[in-house]
């Protein structure tokens, strides 16, 4: 995966981490994508089955609070799974 820049070295981390996970889950993988929306998906898998899963990396777990309030953040996602890291900073 190629990094444009943008993303923190945590951020970085956590997308080669996350890449790895759903390859070895045997979905295809890609990075950055521009949604209908106008929004950019981090990480985007195609399953073996047909599902898609979107990934959205932060570092700071605070970022995802506010996330749940609105509507239009992914609204092609039927779920959501969020997780941080034990070391991201709370706030």
């Not at 996970?21 to 981090?42: I, K, P």
């Amino acid at each position: 995966m190629a990094f444009d820049g943008r993303q923190s070295a945590a951020a970085a981390e956590i997308q080669r981490g996350v890449c790895r996970a759903m390859r070895a889950l045997g979905h295809s993988v890609v990075t950055e994508l521009s949604l209908a929306n106008d929004r950019r998906a981090d990480v985007v898998g195609l399953s073996p089955s047909g599902d898609i899963w979107i990934v959205e990396i932060n570092p700071a777990c605070s970022i995802f609070r506010p996330m749940a309030n609105v509507p239009n953040t992914v609204p092609i996602a039927t779920g959501s799974i969020l997780r941080c890291l034990p070391t991201s900073p709370a706030t």
